[in-house]
């Protein structure tokens, strides 16, 4: 034995040069063979026992083909020595990675070789045409009777034969051979090739593209595991991941990794780099793709199987990962087109690491446990929103790439107001940074980013609530001093609850602490709308108005279902919601008398439970506080009174009323219209709209004449009586 038999090959030509050189002895002792089975004197039973037939001929002819037995199987014995050198070497080899993946024994391996001769060099093509008078038919076909011959045996290999050629064999259940039309294995008649994908492949001409309906996309990761913004905890638990499944290569084990978390690409960049330390790549197998392949083939499960073992085959040969995305379009249980079992054993039969994101975690992991053909071990990797800190990190490293540097404040601000995930910064950076571009002195990079914010959360339309858009700010409104504050504090909670809570570590001591429930309570048209769309506006968020209407059904459940629709969508969104005249869904609970009141009492304690575990500002307004329920009111972290105004507050709401381009008349006199017209903002501000609508008219200014008729229109509206004569001065005042 030589240093060169147990050497590795140098390249895959060197490997393809000693399997000509193999296959050259394969024909060499096929020819023999045909020899000894063209003896006249062979009996019909000798003829369809090649070696017999060989056996009766003279000695020498008998030596001979026990020497060139031993000598295939010296090459076979070589070959393998220097195919464990090359691996150990780290020289990729098609053949030998094909062969080890599929477990392929040597007589399939044989096989193998037989189709593949003609594809390295095509004389070999015609050689081995004329080793039997039998056509494929095809002519791109090796002839099975030439295999037959090259690997001429007994009856008991004859039989073992025929069955490495069936659909269930690897050869074929792996689609690297295909049969000819019309071929007969009962008698091993007919032909059969490699497939192209596979000829190529050997031949390290070209990879398979993974694909399904399409090609499959690639999954990169630009950053190292380490550099992603995500918990330390969660990093841990990945590289924990690493240190197991990358060094595990000997037990026959599945790995299912299930990542779960808001922000999908970063799910997939984290999946990437993950993998891309145990030394593979991944792509994205799509779940709406494999519904899409299941109608296209008109709801064939067994075509859909096949279609995803040949995929499995590819993402073998080209050292790739799965990596199973928006799996709601697989998984509807108790229907008979559910096809997340399905598809998750196809691919956990051949794939040694499948990965999932944000699938169904319970039945994921019993689908593992429940896997039957080997074992295959589930390990699920939540991440959650990035908590302020890490927010903080994400908007550092995000906003100087786009050449945005805010002031500290701004960025406090950002990273208070807005629980973003990872992907909704960088969109909210690369908007700001769009408009920059297209009109650059037009705001400064706060309003930029700020606007962008709200309107990032605010992509999305609530089916049962209706956006509040309004321009009003703190200064706006007019309220007592004791209102005026408690709303300041509202504020104050609402802009540093993240550094308390989070920084501070608050959360650990009180459960829930992260929301903000408020109630407004007063006569209505005394600010309590308006006061909720300052605290949005001050915060720079959206404020959505619940249309309760909508929102309360009389069918058993349907109340529930809204909720929680509103709540999740709200969350995702960050937004403020606004519930007017709250007293209509949570008013006092009744005595259970009848299944009506045990509904509606259902309805009212799963309120209660979305809006205490709802991460946002939830903000009620009541006319009627004496309605609500104590045990709902007690949830709440502020109750502010908006109580009727006094002459004070009239007179400054009246001078707030008209805004500074209206042209006002010298005799209006507002002292007088606040001392003798007791009235609610709101009331206040119809009658300032009404009145500049009578001057617009009569093409004068806003007189006292005109608001003292818009203001007979608004008592008659309120159903009071209206006395021009109490609108004048008397002696006494």
Request: aromatic share 8%.
């Amino acid at each position: 034995m030589t240093t060169t038999d147990n050497a590795a090959y140098r390249d895959n030509q060197d490997l393809l040069q000693a399997l000509l050189r193999l296959g050259d002895s394969m024909i060499e002792r096929a020819l023999l063979v045909r020899q000894a089975a063209a003896d006249p004197t062979a009996s019909p039973a000798d003829a369809q026992d090649l070696v017999a037939a060989l056996y009766r001929q003279p000695p020498q002819l008998q030596q001979q083909l026990e020497q060139l037995n031993l000598g295939l199987q010296r090459q076979w014995d070589r070959l393998q020595r220097r195919s464990a050198a090359s691996v150990r070497a780290q020289v990729f080899l098609p053949w030998v990675h094909l062969t080890l993946l599929f477990q392929l024994e040597r007589r399939d391996q044989e096989l193998l070789l037989c189709a593949l001769l003609a594809e390295i060099d095509p004389r070999y093509r015609v050689m081995l045409q004329a080793l039997t008078d039998e056509l494929a038919g095809d002519a791109s076909f090796t002839p099975l009777a030439s295999a037959v011959l090259m690997l001429v045996g007994g009856p008991a290999e004859r039989i073992d034969l025929q069955q490495r050629l069936f659909s269930d064999a690897a050869l074929r259940r792996w689609d690297l051979i295909e049969l000819a039309a019309g071929c007969r294995l009962g008698t091993l008649a007919g032909g059969y090739r490699l497939t192209a994908a596979i000829s190529a492949y050997l031949l390290a001409r070209a990879a398979p593209q993974l694909r399904l309906e399409q090609a499959l996309d690639e999954i990169d990761s630009a950053l190292p595991l380490a550099d992603h913004l995500v918990d330390d905890a969660v990093l841990q638990q990945l590289s924990n991941f690493i240190a197991r499944a990358g060094s595990d290569q000997v037990s026959p084990a599945s790995y299912l990794l299930h990542l779960q978390g808001p922000d999908l690409p970063l799910q997939q960049s984290l999946c990437a780099a993950v993998f891309k330390q145990i030394g593979m790549s991944c792509v994205r197998l799509d779940g709406k793709a494999i519904w899409q392949a299941y109608l296209n083939g008109q709801n064939n499960r067994a075509e859909l199987t096949a279609r995803l073992r040949l995929l499995c085959r590819d993402a073998l040969l080209c050292n790739r990962v799965l990596v199973l995305v928006h799996c709601q379009w697989l998984s509807t249980p108790d229907s008979a087109d559910d096809l997340l079992d399905e598809v998750c054993n196809t691919l956990l039969d051949s794939q040694r690491y499948l990965a999932v994101l944000n699938g169904p975690a319970r039945r994921l992991s019993d689908l593992a446990h429940q896997y039957s053909a080997h074992r295959a071990l589930p390990i699920l990797i939540k991440s959650r929103v990035p908590a302020s800190q890490m927010r903080h990190r994400i908007w550092q490293r995000h906003l100087p790439s786009l050449g945005f540097k805010p002031a500290e404040s701004t960025l406090a601000q950002l990273v208070n107001n807005y629980p973003f995930t990872e992907e909704q910064i960088l969109t909210v950076v690369k908007e700001a940074a769009s408009r920059q571009l297209l009109n650059p002195d037009a705001e400064s990079a706060a309003e930029l980013l700020l606007d962008a914010c709200r309107e990032q959360s605010n992509k999305e339309q609530l089916s049962v609530a209706q956006e509040v858009k309004s321009a009003y700010r703190f200064s706006d409104i007019v309220l007592p001093a004791n209102t005026r504050q408690w709303l300041l504090e509202v504020l104050q909670y609402a802009q540093n609850r993240h550094q308390v809570i989070e920084n501070w570590g608050f959360d650990s001591k009180n459960q829930n602490s992260k929301n903000l429930c408020v109630l407004f309570y007063g006569p209505s048209g005394t600010g309590k709308t308006m006061a909720a769309a300052i605290i949005a506006n001050e915060l720079n968020l959206g404020l959505y108005k619940i249309d309760l209407a909508n929102l309360v059904s009389k069918y058993v459940g349907e109340t529930e279902k809204h909720l929680a629709q509103l709540f999740d969508q709200a969350e995702a969104m960050n937004i403020v919601l606004f519930f007017d005249e709250a007293e209509s869904l949570f008013s006092k609970r009744t005595e259970t008398k009848n299944a009506h009141d045990r509904y509606a009492n259902l309805q009212t304690g799963y309120l209660l439970q979305r809006i205490e575990t709802y991460p946002g500002i939830v903000i009620l307004s009541t006319n009627l506080l004496k309605n609500m329920d104590k045990a709902f009111m007690r949830r709440f972290k502020f109750m502010i009174e908006y109580p009727f105004p006094g002459s004070a507050q009239r007179l400054q709401l009246w001078r707030n009323a008209f805004p500074p381009a209206t042209p006002l008349a010298g005799d209006l006199d507002f002292p007088l219209l606040a001392e003798r017209a007791p009235l609610s903002g709101g009331n206040i501000n119809n009658i300032a709209l009404s009145a500049a609508f009578l001057a617009a008219a009569e093409r004068q200014t806003v007189s006292q004449r005109h608001v003292l008729q818009a203001t007979e229109r608004e008592y008659h509206k309120l159903g009071k009586v209206f006395n021009a004569a109490d609108f004048s001065w008397g002696d006494d005042d």
